[in-house]
Structure formats: structure tokens, C-alpha cells
């Protein structure tokens, strides 16, 4: 009976060790020899199990596309398309949209487009030297390990601090430190200095010098601490050989720390051109959107919020058309006045030795 039994158990032990093997993952406890059909049947197996994670990319990245499409590329195609429209508001009244082609185009070049965009440039030029020089040496001085610096995070804290201020509240805190009862005024009649107020907003040269300081405040920071990270990318190697070389300050910095940064300097100009182009809130705020004096502030989207006040979609329209072709074009001359594609002078050999080449090719003709 004890045999029996034993033997009983036996024969479940195997049955029930042959169904974990049949119930098992291919390749857990190997296949057997002739077991072809079932590695087939495996393999299918893992076919069906495996997942392909390269569609959760474009999944992710769909919500960009979605909003890109939405927000910036359908309204400028309409923008682009209500530039060859007359398309206003008169009163009550809507005029339009009716064809007009090239005609918005060919007013704007006779109204003050043209004085409005010089005025543009000079505040820009006004803010942006001030702020590539105070930040290239400040971003030189930074990195520089000779000098050993202390609390250098709180440094580039403290210098980046006025870019977190909005620079609506910035213009209005300097409209009212320099207004004719201002703080400054007061400070400098209390001291015998002036006499009476100046008018810091009643010249050309006061209104522009303070739209392009604020805008140097704003921004030196940002491009501080973006140099600095240029710098810091050079090896160090390369001015341990320049000291080596008996290099100064001035010929490390010109020779090795400029060339080395071009792209992150070409990438500063490029933003800083667009930024100010789109130069608005500072003027708009300090002037109360007139552009005063004498217009010499109104800059080229402060006239297109004119026209959109105006309800004027074709004119506001056309002038957005003109700041990107400005923008494209002043773009790509800095890209390619400030990346080499020839760094080492191979590609400019090759061509003088070919023109060589025909020049000796020609007189042995001859």
C-alpha cells in the first residue's frame, strides 16, 4: 500500500513539473531537441510582448505642435494675409477686408516707418554697448581664477537680480524717481547742485538716455551670466599655455577668450536685436505711449499698437511683415559675420592653391 502510494505521488510530481515547464517563458528552462514547433511558437511569443517605446516621443512632443499651430503659426498666416487687405474700423463703421495687393506696403514706406525704425536702433544701440562691454568684463573677471573671487554665486545672484523685475514696474519706477518732484530732483536741489528740477523727460537726449539705461539694467545680468558659462566651457589648458607664452590679460582676452565665445556672442546679438525690435513697454510707460519729445522715442511697435488700436488689421498687418523680413535679414548678416566656417584656414588654402593651380595651368597654355 506504501508503495503504491509513493508511487502515485511520483507520477504527480512529473506530470505536474512537465506542465511548469510547458507553462514556462521560452528559454527559462530550455527547449528540448525537436521541440521546433514550440520555438516558433515562443518566439511569436516574444514578439507580442515586446513594446515599442519610440511612439511615445511623438506623443509627447504632439502638445508643442498643437499649441505652436494654434498660437503662432495660424495667426501668422493671418497675419500675412490681412497685409494685402484693407481692413479697418471707421467709428462704428467696418471697412473691409477688400484686396488692395502691395498697396499697404508701398503707404507705410511713405509715412513714418522709416523715422520710427531709426529711433528704434538708436535706443537699442543705447542700451546693448553699455550692456556686451559691463558684461564681457564682468563675465572675464568672474572666471578669472588668478583673482579668486569669494561669494561668486552671490555676485551673479545680485547681477542678475533687476532681469526678474517686469519692465513695467521698472518704467514706472524710474518715471517716478526722475519726474520734475521726483527723488532725484529733490536729492540734487537739497544739495545745492541744480537750481531748479530738470526735466529729465523734456529732451531727447534725457528721455533716450534713460530708456537705454533701463534696458541696460534689465539685461546685462542675463548676458553676464551667459558669457560666463562661455568661458567657463574653455579649457583651462589653453591659458595655462598662454601664460606660459608670457600672454597679458589684454592678449588672452582678445586672442583666446573672444574667438572661443563667438557663437554664445553671436547668440546674445541675435536675441538682442529681436528684443529690440520689439522694444515696447519702457518707451510706451516712461512717454504714456507718445513717444515724447517730439515723437524721438515712438519706436516701430509702438506705431504698430497704434494701428491695432485703430483697429486697423491691414496696416498692423503689413508692418508686422516688415519687422520679420528686418529681422530675418539682420539676423543672418550677424550669423555670418560672427561664425567662421573656416576656422582653421584649410578651405581658404584649397582655394588660393586651385586658383594657383589654373593661374600656372593657363601660362603653360600660352
Not at 30 to 42: A, H, M, T, W, Y
Not at 83 to 107: D, H, L, T
Not at 264 to 279: D, H, N, V, W
Request: aromatic letters at 12%; glycine letters at 8%; proline letters at 4%.
Amino acid at each position: 500500500m506504501r508503495q503504491q502510494l509513493k508511487n502515485v505521488i511520483l507520477i504527480s510530481k512529473r506530470l505536474h513539473g512537465q506542465n511548469k515547464i510547458n507553462k514556462t517563458p521560452c528559454g527559462a528552462f530550455g527547449l528540448r531537441r525537436g521541440d521546433s514547433g514550440r520555438k516558433e511558437i515562443c518566439l511569436m511569443k516574444k514578439k507580442r510582448k515586446s513594446v515599442s517605446y519610440a511612439k511615445w516621443g511623438y506623443v509627447f512632443i504632439l502638445p508643442f505642435f498643437i499649441t505652436y499651430l494654434i498660437f503662432s503659426l495660424i495667426p501668422l498666416v493671418d497675419t500675412v494675409r490681412f497685409s494685402f487687405y484693407e481692413y479697418y474700423r471707421s467709428g462704428i463703421k467696418e471697412i473691409g477686408p477688400n484686396f488692395v495687393g502691395w498697396a499697404n506696403y508701398a503707404e507705410l514706406l511713405k509715412s513714418d516707418m522709416v523715422t520710427y525704425g531709426k529711433n528704434t536702433l538708436i535706443l537699442w544701440v543705447i542700451g546693448f554697448i553699455p550692456q556686451i562691454v559691463v558684461a564681457l568684463v564682468l563675465a572675464n573677471w568672474f572666471t578669472d581664477a588668478r583673482l579668486k573671487i569669494h561669494k561668486l554665486q552671490f555676485f551673479k545672484v545680485v547681477i542678475y537680480l533687476p532681469n526678474l523685475i517686469m519692465a513695467s514696474a521698472f518704467a514706472l519706477l524710474f518715471f517716478t524717481l526722475f519726474s520734475n518732484s521726483g527723488p532725484v530732483n529733490s536729492i540734487l536741489q537739497s544739495m545745492g547742485v541744480i537750481s531748479k528740477p530738470i526735466d529729465f523727460m523734456g529732451s531727447v537726449f534725457g528721455t533716450r538716455s534713460l530708456i537705454g539705461f533701463m534696458n541696460f539694467l534689465m539685461w546685462f545680468g542675463n548676458t553676464t551670466i551667459m558669457l560666463m558659462a562661455a568661458v567657463m566651457g574653455i579649457s583651462t589648458e589653453v591659458f595655462e599655455a598662454a601664460d606660459l607664452d608670457g600672454c597679458n590679460a589684454l592678449q588672452r582676452f582678445f586672442y583666446i577668450t573672444l574667438p572661443s565665445i563667438r557663437p554664445i556672442l553671436a547668440y546674445t546679438l541675435i536675441t538682442s536685436i529681436i528684443g529690440g525690435l520689439q522694444m515696447f513697454d519702457v518707451p510706451q510707460i516712461l512717454t504714456n505711449g507718445q513717444g515724447n519729445p517730439d515723437r524721438s522715442s515712438m519706436t516701430l511697435i509702438m506705431f504698430l499698437n497704434n494701428h491695432l488700436k485703430s483697429k486697423n488689421y491691414g496696416m498692423a498687418g503689413t508692418l508686422s511683415v516688415y519687422l520679420f523680413i528686418v529681422s530675418a535679414i539682420l539676423c543672418f548678416i550677424v550669423y555670418r559675420m560672427t561664425n567662421d566656417s573656416d576656422p582653421d584656414g584649410s578651405k581658404a588654402a584649397a582655394k588660393r592653391a586651385a586658383k594657383q593651380a589654373r593661374r600656372k595651368k593657363k601660362e603653360a597654355a600660352k
